[in-house]
């Protein structure tokens, strides 16, 4: 019923930036808190940030905290997250998620690599 669409993705440097975006489409998610976990290869998924419905309180993991910044449009339906002094650690698929209560919704992901 609802289908999450990450983009933005890419190679960049370390120290560089990058702006993720999560699209939803079908139905509207300002009714549901939502996150970014991300998965690095071997490695299980892990957490990375979260807000509330109303965008008032976020969440971020301990490595995250000062360099990722997420935020929600409800007029655009969508989810970002801003991703700043980049670490090759960093690397990973990137997935956005909807806690719909009953269920998770997960997008397909969006690879970033932070490599010179």
Do not use: H
Not at 9 to 16: A, D, R, S
Not at 84 to 100: F, G, I, Q, R, W
């Amino acid at each position: 019923q609802v289908q999450l669409v990450e983009s933005g993705g890419g190679l960049v440097q370390p120290g560089g930036s990058l702006r993720l975006s999560c699209a939803a489409s079908g139905r509207t998610v300002s009714a549901y808190k939502m996150g970014w976990f991300r998965q690095a290869p071997g490695k299980e998924r892990e957490f990375v940030a979260g807000i509330s419905v109303n965008g008032g309180n976020t969440d971020y993991a301990d490595s995250m905290k000062g360099r990722f910044t997420i935020s929600r449009d409800g007029a655009k339906n969508t989810v970002y997250l801003q991703m700043n002094s980049l670490k090759p650690e960093d690397t990973a698929v990137y997935y956005c998620n909807a806690d719909m209560r009953s269920l998770q919704l997960w997008g397909q992901g969006t690879l970033v690599t932070v490599s010179s």
